[in-house]
Nanobody, 123 residues
């Protein structure tokens, strides 16, 4: 059974950095997609990245491109979201999601989800 668990959220000042982790387990196949989403109060859930294990290609939302970077540690079965130059509008609950698919853009439907981790950006 696929399970995802986010961690690393917290409070950071504008312009600061934070790294989120997504620990993954239970995959039956090595080729899948890991995606990051976020949802702020009163706003629609926003897809911010998706990464394909089959070819290593990652896509980013325009709102985070150049500031956020996805990476992975295969030995630890963990995916990371490095967030730099954080802005107040980045504050949200961040989720990782996965599916046996191939992505070419952010957002969309995923079968497996973590429970989220809170990121707060304020002075």
């Amino acid at each position: 059974e696929v399970q995802l668990a986010e961690s690393g959220g917290g409070m950071v000042q504008p312009g600061g950095s934070l790294r989120l982790s997504c620990a993954a387990s239970g995959f039956s196949f090595d080729e899948y997609v890991i995606a990051w989403f976020r949802q702020a109060p009163g706003k629609e859930r926003e897809g911010i990245s998706c990464s394909n294990t089959i070819d290593g290609i990652t896509y980013y939302a325009d709102s985070v491109k150049g500031r956020f970077t996805v990476s992975s540690d295969n030995a630890k079965n963990t995916w990371y979201l490095q967030m730099n130059s954080l802005k107040p509008e980045d504050a949200a609950v961040y989720y990782c999601a996965a599916d046996y698919e191939y992505c070419t853009k952010v957002g969309g439907w995923y079968d497996y989800w973590g429970r989220g981790t809170q990121v707060t950006v304020s002075s």
